[in-house]
T-cell receptor, first 112, second 115 residues
Framework: QKEVEQNSGPLSVPEGAIASLNCTYSDRGSQSFFWYRQYSGKSPELIMFIYSNGDKEDGRFTAQLNKASQYVSLLIRDSQPSDSATYLCAVRGTGANSKLTFGKGITLSVRP | SAVISQKPSRDICQRGTSLTIQCQVDSQVTMMFWYRQQPGQSLTLIATANQGSEATYESGFVIDKFPISRPNLTFSTLTVSNMSPEDSSIYLC????????????FGPGTRLTVL
């Protein structure tokens, strides 16, 4: 059973702070890693993806991947109230027919 | 990313009836998937919709309950058959343009309530 685990939430940070969202996965052969943001009542929106070890930055978002530790994280710098949402980590394994496995998500609340 | 639409956006249905949900994409895509998201839960993959052949179902989901069609590279339907209140959920269509790109995008979802 391939598993994706996320920190139990909710996570609350003040506006302007760095929010750190963490995710671990069990399938050592996993190749692709994704972060989705889901606002209440809306569908998931892809905000970051990372395939190689290290950091990947896109605006205020940084995804970090450590395959040896089977760990992927999302950092949100200068957090804004509009970042308040549930963040889902998703992992894809190997093979042509590999599927996405989603974590349970963590709810982030940014306090003005 | 692709523009994905789903119809209906929401519905309230009676126990024992069936509902067909449509998913339309504005461009041809290689892969189409159907997920379920129950209240407060993460996403569970129901099946992969295969163009021109039977869908590939995940453990716990069967064709008699969730028949799926995919007649072409831009359209798919999911039917929820013989519904019970336990089927109340959000049903989401997702697509991948191309396996090489890997990224998966979601439609707006269909919120189903079964009374």
């Amino acid at each position: 059973q391939k598993e994706v685990e996320q920190n139990s939430g909710p996570l609350s940070v003040p506006e302007g702070a760095i929010a750190s969202l963490n995710c671990t996965y069990s399938d050592r052969g996993s190749q692709s890693f994704f972060w989705y943001r889901q606002y209440s009542g809306k569908s998931p929106e892809l905000i970051m993806f990372i395939y190689s070890n290290g950091d990947k930055e896109d605006g205020r978002f940084t995804a970090q991947l450590n395959k040896a530790s089977q760990y992927v994280s999302l950092l949100i710098r200068d957090s804004q109230p509009s970042d308040s949402a549930t963040y889902l980590c998703a992992v894809r394994g190997t093979g042509a027919n590999s599927k996405l496995t989603f974590g349970k998500g963590i709810t982030l609340s940014v306090r003005p | 990313s692709a523009v994905i639409s789903q119809k209906p956006s929401r519905d309230i249905c009676q126990r024992g009836t069936s509902l067909t949900i449509q998913c339309q994409v504005d461009s041809q895509v290689t892969m189409m998937f159907w997920y379920r998201q129950q209240p407060g839960q993460s996403l569970t993959l129901i099946a992969t919709a295969n163009q021109g052949s039977e869908a590939t179902y995940e453990s716990g989901f069967v064709i008699d309950k969730f028949p799926i069609s995919r007649p072409n590279l831009t359209f798919s339907t999911l039917t929820v058959s013989n519904m019970s209140p336990e089927d109340s959920s959000i049903y989401l269509c997702s697509v991948e343009r191309d396996r090489a790109y890997n990224e998966q995008f979601f439609g707006p979802g269909t919120r189903l309530t079964v009374l």
